[in-house]
């Protein structure tokens, strides 16, 4: 199985930032897209930015020119830098990840855990 452990949220104020880190781990596996979602309160879960593995990037509306999404596909590791925190970006964010386990030759889509980020105004 494919295990993700993210990091790197918390309370920040308004115009301040944060980066995202999300690790992918377990069995034989490659990775395919990578992405990061958010779900805000009374919200449903929400599309930030995706990379694929040759890096082309995808970002909602709501965070372009803000927010960057990277990869470090030695560390299996995908990241969110966001700058220019704004109170609406307030969410739980969940790493999303999708490959193919190469033992055993079948495709996974797999969630973090989450990841609680608060922008104070």
């Known amino acids: 199985q494919v295990h993700l452990v993210e990091s790197g949220g918390g309370l920040v104020q308004a115009g301040g930032s944060l980066r995202l880190s999300c690790a992918a781990s377990?069995?034989?596996?490659?990775?395919?897209?990578m992405g990061w979602y958010r779900q805000g309160p009374g919200k449903q879960r929400e599309l930030v930015a995706t990379?694929?593995?040759?890096?082309?990037?995808n970002y909602t509306d709501a965070v372009k020119g803000r927010f960057t999404i990277s990869r470090d596909n030695a560390k299996n590791t995908v990241y969110l830098q966001m700058n220019s925190l704004r109170p609406e970006d307030t969410a739980v964010y969940y790493c999303?990840?999708?490959?193919?386990?190469?033992?055993?030759?079948?495709?996974?889509?797999?969630w973090g855990q989450g990841t609680q980020v608060t922008v104070s105004s």
């Open positions: 999303n990840v999708d490959g193919r386990d190469i033992r055993k030759g079948t495709t996974f889509n797999v």
């Open positions: 377990g069995t034989i596996f490659r990775i395919n897209t």
């Open positions: 990379i694929t593995t040759g890096d082309r990037t």
